[in-house]
């Protein structure tokens, strides 16, 4: 267990649709990273929060947005959801920064039918 | 840009061998470098860090390189067994870079 969670575990939706993937850190950590992969691709990196502010910003589609709270939580919402965003998305979390170890989580299986 | 390669094909080799995996990146360069092990449908797992004065960095049977000039970092596992079997991803990072971006990864598998 890496202690971080991420709810839910499975997400099944219809095109079009929003949803909300939720992550809640380890215990101490500062910063907070998503990512998405599909099936059999690589890790694709899409934003980092450090202390509640943006610190960092991959590929990220515009329907994507997220944000980390005053809690360090942080929620990534997925909004016109089309097929092709069908992919597991991982949420993970460091100390510090990229330079400390990385935690994930169990990850969010998204399918968009 | 910034270019990170891992070697695409799936690396067989038979238990007991030593299993030696490449990390090449190009127009950066990176202060550290990482190495993670992933299995199917699990997130990424940490394994080693190695700075770019440490040359070499070992933990049990990981032993990884990081060769600045070449650009390259090399990652060993000693003795490999069937349970070694994963994806093992590399994210080199420079100072000041926040981004912590993965390679593809290389899939290994370890053959009784």
């Known amino acids: 267990d890496s202690g971080v969670t991420q709810t839910p575990k499975h997400l099944i939706t219809a095109t079009g649709q929003r949803v909300t993937l939720r992550c809640s850190p380890r215990s101490g950590d500062l910063s907070v990273y998503w990512y998405q992969q599909s099936l059999d691709q690589g890790l694709q990196f899409l934003i980092q929060?450090?202390?509640?502010?943006?610190?960092a910003k991959g590929n990220i589609l515009e329907r994507f947005s997220a944000q980390q709270f005053p809690d360090l939580h942080s929620e990534l919402n997925l909004s016109s959801l089309e097929l092709g965003d069908s992919a597991l998305y991982f949420c993970?979390?460091?100390?510090?920064?990229?330079?400390?170890?990385?935690?994930f989580g169990q990850g969010t299986r998204l399918t968009v039918v | 840009s910034q270019k990170i390669e891992q070697n695409s094909e799936a690396l067989n080799i038979q238990e007991g061998k030593t299993a030696t995996l490449t990390c090449n990146y190009t127009n950066y360069s990176p202060a550290y470098l990482q190495w993670y092990r992933q299995d199917p449908g699990r997130g990424p797992v940490f394994l080693l860090l190695i700075r770019e004065n440490e040359k070499e960095k070992r933990k049990e049977r990981l032993k990884v390189t990081f060769d600045t000039t070449l650009k390259q970092s090399l990652f060993h596992i000693t003795a490999s067994q069937p349970a070694d079997s994963a994806t093992y991803l590399c994210?080199?990072?420079?100072?000041?870079?926040?981004?912590?971006?993965f390679g593809a990864g290389t899939r290994l598998a370890v053959h009784p």
């Open positions: 993970a979390s460091s100390v510090r920064d990229v330079y400390t170890e990385a935690f």
């Open positions: 994210a080199p990072l420079s100072g000041g870079y926040n981004k912590l971006i």
């Open positions: 929060y450090y202390n509640g502010e943006e610190r």
